[in-house]
Each structure stands twice: as structure tokens, then as C-alpha cells.
């Protein structure tokens, strides 16, 4: 797609008015209203309100370039028309959040202005501070730096675990916190969890790799991992 000098002078509501045009040519634009909005993310609204199409973007990319909100605009009108969207553009707009300072920006970001549930690490069976102690001393030495634990709010089957780096957080399925659950499957997920502390994600162009070459061989060496793997699809 071609960038014209011209992109460089519009506003986000110009930008938007003719993307609508190029992806429904027979169609006049209807009435378009941009807004940033401080979210705790790069997130992005659309929706069509009593004929005015409404846009919130996140105030993280007020001052992107010209060429990264159109591409932003062919991404949602494209999904709110049911098009598809254009590969080139998902591309640009997947570069840009992956620079350094715009990932740097939305961590920080995330930070202060996101809210997180942290239990603490004390469940009702299992206690996550003190596997987490176990699993530093057996397998990192003793010296990965102890991030915050605690249990999520709700007993997910589909995320057993997550790691907030924002929040230097590891959360863990309360669905876990269970005497019938066994040890080993909570031990597995804080392990999978430290790991991801103690191999950060890796950026390359577009691309973020969360499980890199060096994650993968370090999960390899956890004991039991088959056996592990197996208890937690039973309970997915």
C-alpha cells in the first residue's frame, strides 16, 4: 500500500474517513469521531453509535507516525466491515508496537495504570511461596529474585498460569489449589512460570518469541515433566 506525502497532514479522522472509502468504495463515510483515551494497554475500540462511527485509541500511540494509524484504521474497519484485513498493515502496525520504546512505553504504562488481583501466595492447600523457594534453590541456584505470587480470582481449566512482567507478578489456577490436585502439576506450572522470568521474551521485527531455544531446554530438565503435562490435561 502506498504512503502519499499527503498522509502526513491528516487527521486520525481523515486517515479513518478514507481507509472507510478504499475498503467500501460505494459507501459514503458516515460521521467519524477519534479519541485517545488513556488505557492500560494499545488497545483499540470501534463501533458504529446512531450513524457516527466511534474510535477510542489508546493515548500510547497519539503520537505514532501517519503510516502506523492508517494502518491501525485498515486493522478495525476492516474487522467492523467483516473484511480481511490487509496482511501489509497487520505487519506495520505489529513492527511498530514491537520497537523497544513502544514496548518499553506500555510496560511502564501497564505499571501505572493497570490493576492487578494478587492474592498473596497462601491457599486454602498449597502455598506458592514455598514451592517457588524449592524450585529456586533446586533448579536456578537460588537466584532468581522472588517476583509476587498469588492465586487468580476464578479456577481457570484454561490458563493454569501466567507471568505479568509488568506487574512481576505469577499467578497461578486457584483450580490447582486442591488436595486432589497433586503437587507436582502446581510445581510444574510455578516452574514454567519462573522460566519465563528468567528467559524474558524476545523481540525480532514483527515477531515476539515467548518460548525460545533456551526456555525450551530449560523446561526439558524439569523431572517428571511428561507426567506433569499429563496430570493437567486430565484437569483441562
Not at 23 to 44: C, G, H, M, Q, Y
Not at 82 to 88: C, D, F, G, L, T
Not at 169 to 191: K, N
Request: aromatic share 8%; proline share 8%; with cysteine.
Amino acid at each position: 500500500m502506498p504512503i502519499q506525502s499527503a498522509l502526513l497532514f491528516e487527521t486520525p479522522e481523515e486517515i479513518c474517513a478514507r481507509v472507510f472509502r478504499a475498503l467500501k468504495p460505494r459507501t459514503p463515510p458516515p460521521e467519524i469521531r477519534v479519541e485517545f483515551r488513556p488505557f492500560a494497554n494499545a488497545d483499540s475500540l470501534i463501533r458504529m453509535k446512531d450513524g457516527r462511527l466511534e474510535i477510542r485509541i489508546s493515548d500510547l500511540l497519539e503520537n505514532a507516525p501517519a503510516p502506523v494509524l492508517e494502518a491501525l484504521a485498515y486493522i478495525l474497519l476492516a474487522k467492523l466491515l467483516r473484511k480481511p484485513v490487509p496482511r501489509a498493515c497487520a505487519h506495520r502496525y505489529k513492527l511498530y508496537l514491537n520497537r523497544r520504546d513502544v514496548r518499553r512505553s506500555m510496560h511502564l504504562i501497564r505499571q501505572m495504570r493497570g490493576r492487578k488481583f494478587i492474592s498473596g501466595p497462601q491457599g486454602s492447600h498449597y502455598n506458592l511461596e514455598e514451592i517457588f523457594e524449592e524450585l529456586n534453590v533446586e533448579h536456578f541456584h537460588g537466584l532468581l529474585a522472588r517476583p509476587l505470587l498469588g492465586w487468580s480470582r476464578r479456577p481457570s481449566r484454561t490458563t493454569f498460569g501466567h507471568f505479568d512482567p509488568s506487574h512481576n507478578a505469577i499467578i497461578v489456577s486457584r483450580l490447582l489449589d486442591a488436595a486432589a490436585v497433586p503437587r507436582l502439576a502446581v510445581e510444574y506450572i510455578v516452574y514454567h512460570e519462573m522460566l519465563h522470568l528468567r528467559f524474558p521474551v524476545q523481540a525480532r521485527g514483527a515477531r515476539q518469541r515467548f518460548h525460545t531455544r533456551e526456555f525450551r531446554e530449560a523446561e526439558r530438565a524439569f523431572p517428571r515433566l511428561m507426567e506433569a503435562k499429563e496430570l493437567l490435561q486430565r484437569l483441562a
